[in-house]
């Protein structure tokens, strides 16, 4: 394991060069014997990102998620259109830099075009429908066939609200709620070996969590081949329900299915919109910006929280198979504009790529601090 002094970290950190951070252990190494860690990157890789940029994103990270190229919109626009540049050079990208991929996602509400389920000027039948869903799994999934660790088979089908089960999405009210099963079904005879995963947000606490029990519970005993289950984990500072994560986790090995930490994220700023439903907006408040002895405090409180959490994690790493943060750094977020725009904070490192007390906390984590006197 390896050990950085806090203390001393932070008076460095100013003048830590990226150059000087591609050559220390990073995230990966730290946590290589309990899961992999990963990142979301967007746009076409490698080009998208500056050298500096990718230096810090190989040394940090293991594994990687797409974080649009490989959704239905832009892989699938139209019915008889396929693009898969950009899905196709992030493959690559993690092949050349020996990181996992982890496919996401084949069945989702949002970032999907309308034709799937219209039929001319009329709506697509179960059935029309049923025979676009498989089209569309078999092709993208059998074209990476043996070069992704696991696919988000389904996405956020879960309801917010107390009073719905399953949300009502365009999937459900086409082909029905065995859309799910069907989803897992033929993503499984695409590619036998790759693992399945149902993915969401907040399915770690109150409702949500008894209906994702639910969901999963009836996937896994109808002989549905899930094996895993993504909790986003995109959560607000001093709001990280860690114990209602533990009891997640716990409860999910009890089904049999793995857990990854899909979507990591650490928002610092208030809003009133909890979640991560993209189709919530939020009026822009500018006076929301932080700095100086404000951003600082905020950033060691950020640093605490993550820590803890990657204690969590520690403790339970007998079931969690990766955490993926959703972003290389904050100004990558995709909370700069969602769900108003402005100047988040809420990853590892900062717009420049250097490490952020968060990041040194999280490299800590798993370090007893130094005796008094030592
Ligand atoms: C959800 C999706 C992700 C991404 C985020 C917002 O969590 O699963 O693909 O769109 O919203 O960036």
Known sequence: MARWNLAAASVVLG???????AQTTGLKDVYRDDFQIGVALGGKLPDSYSRAEIQMIVNQFNAVTPENCMKPQ???????????????????????????VYGHALVWHN?????????????ASRELALQRLKEHIQTVVGRYKGQI????????????????????????????????????????????DVELQYNDYNIENGVKHQHAM??????????????SVGIQGHWLLDRIPYSDIETAIDDFQQL?????????????????TNGADVGSKEMPNASLALSGTALDDVLKRQAD??????????????????????????GRSWLNTWPSHRENHALLFDRQFQPKPAFFAVINALTPPPAPGQ
């Open 15 to 21: 003048a830590l060069t990226t150059a000087a951070l």
């Open 149 to 192: 660790r696991s696919w988000d088979v389904v996405n956020e089908a879960i309801s917010d609200g107390p009073a719905e089960y399953l949300r009502k999405t365009k999937w459900l009210t086409t082909i029905g709620p065995d859309y799910i099963d069907q989803a897992f079904r033929m993503a499984h005879e695409a590619d036998p």
């Open 305 to 330: 929280q993550y820590a803890r959490l990657f204690r969590l994690f520690d403790q339970r790493k007998a079931v969690i198979e990766r955490v993926t943060f959703w972003g290389a750094d904050d």
């Open 256 to 272: 049999g299915l793995k857990v990854s930490f899909t979507e990591v994220d650490l928002d610092v700023l208030p809003r009133h």
């Open 74 to 100: 832009s892989v699938h626009p139209q019915e008889n259109v396929w693009t898969f540049d950009e899905a196709d050079a992030l493959v690559q990208f993690a092949r050349d830099h020996h990181m996992a």
């Open 214 to 227: 639910k969901l999963l519970r009836g996937l896994k005993e109808r002989g549905i081949p899930i094996t």
């Open 111 to 123: 970032q999907t075009p309308t034709w799937f389920f219209e039929d001319g000027a009329m709506p």
